[in-house]
């Protein structure tokens, strides 16, 4: 499968402060995730976007996160206002279908 | 009741054996099953989809049982690189209310040792 790319690899924040993460998905993808991943924790998923448009969320995505794909190319995900529990794994998913989804290498947030 | 519960493990065998997991999901309404496998502090990696009546994919066997909402993985003749967690994937309908959400469970650990 192509390569789906998510920058950064590693971000440290302060608690309060605005992340935006980053995910390059393939062109021709139409379905795009969001999940997370605390340390030592299963995976879980955020928001589900498909066709420019969020398809369904999580009870953890609430009104400090938001998603977009601002240039039809890039895919993102930002936290407003960071808190200490916000410190995890989050993975950008995409795929053609919805049964088909490939994850990203992911990029670690710590909110300290 | 946990939506996908798996037994966490580790599980910790040698090379060569063969080693089972199980997976039991609470919504009855899932439609769609797979293995994902990840290596420590990486991305979940689709190992295989599970349908009703059973597949291979070489030394992986998956089993689905939907009377009793129970999945399965075999692996047999481990090898080291196989060492990683194991995770229980379902998805439920898309459209409707989901649109693709994969619900996981918390992984089984399997170390294979020399």
């Known amino acids: 499968e192509p390569e789906v790319t998510q920058t950064p690899s590693h971000q440290v924040t302060q608690m309060g402060q605005e992340v935006i993460l980053r995910c390059v998905p393939i062109s021709n993808h139409l379905y795009f995730y969001w999940y997370r991943q605390i340390l030592g924790q299963k995976v879980e998923f955020l928001v589900s976007?498909?066709?420019?448009?969020?398809?369904?969320k999580s009870e953890i995505f609430d009104d400090q996160f938001s998603v977009e794909r601002p240039d039809g190319s890039n895919f993102t995900l930002k936290i407003r206002s960071t808190k200490l529990e916000d410190s995890a794994m989050y993975f950008c998913?995409?795929?053609?279908?919805?049964?088909?989804?490939?994850f990203g290498p992911g990029t670690r947030l710590l909110v300290l | 009741r946990k939506e996908v519960e798996q037994d966490p493990g580790p599980f910790n065998v040698p090379e060569g054996a063969t080693v089972a997991f199980n997976c039991t999901y609470s919504n009855s309404a899932s439609q769609s099953f797979f293995w994902y496998r990840q290596d420590c502090r990486k991305e979940p990696k689709l190992l295989m989809s599970?349908?009703?009546s059973g597949n291979e994919d070489g030394r992986f066997t998956a089993q689905l049982n939907r009377a009793s909402q129970y999945i399965s993985l075999l692996i047999r003749d481990s090898k080291l690189s196989d060492s990683a967690t194991y995770l229980c994937?379902?998805?439920?309908?898309?459209?409707?209310?989901?649109?693709?959400?994969?619900?996981f469970g918390q992984g089984t650990i399997l170390t294979v040792h020399p």
């Open positions: 976007f498909y066709n420019n448009e969020i398809s369904e």
């Open positions: 599970v349908y009703s």
């Open positions: 994937v379902v998805i439920l309908p898309a459209g409707g209310t989901s649109y693709g959400k994969l619900t």
């Open positions: 998913a995409r795929g053609r279908l919805v049964e088909t989804q490939y």
